[in-house]
């Protein structure tokens, strides 16, 4: 089955659940996880099924990172905030970078969101 992770910055998750909402039949397809906070209000705000993993600040980003480095996610949908500095900044390009060493598809705005989830569908 397709594993994605669901990420996004406090300023970000309004647009995730709207997000999310609008492709919940294609969302529940996945297997998906996603970072405590994030993780929890897709579960309050829609009818997804997510593990939730911790919160970004307390290791949630490294721990998605590790399942990137196991080969076990196909693809990370991350709303960054790029206006605001992260307190866990260097977890965050750590996540960034193992997509890359591992050419894991990653979204980090909703233009680029839609053609991963919809390039997944395929």
Avoid: W
């Amino acid at each position: 089955m397709t594993r994605v992770a669901l990420i996004a910055h406090d300023e970000k998750k309004p647009d995730l659940i709207e997000f999310a909402r609008a492709h919940e039949e294609q969302l529940r397809q996945y297997d998906l996880i996603a970072t405590g906070t994030t993780g929890q209000r897709l579960i309050d705000e829609t009818d997804l099924e997510i593990e939730r993993k911790e919160s970004g600040p307390l290791g949630g980003d490294l721990m998605i990172g590790a399942e990137v480095a196991e080969e076990k996610l196909d693809g990370i949908v991350f709303l960054r905030d790029p206006l605001r500095a992260q307190p866990h900044e260097p977890d965050i390009s750590a996540l960034l970078r193992i997509c890359d060493v591992r050419d894991t598809a990653l979204a980090t705005n909703l233009a680029s969101a839609e053609f991963l989830i919809e390039g997944l569908a395929e």
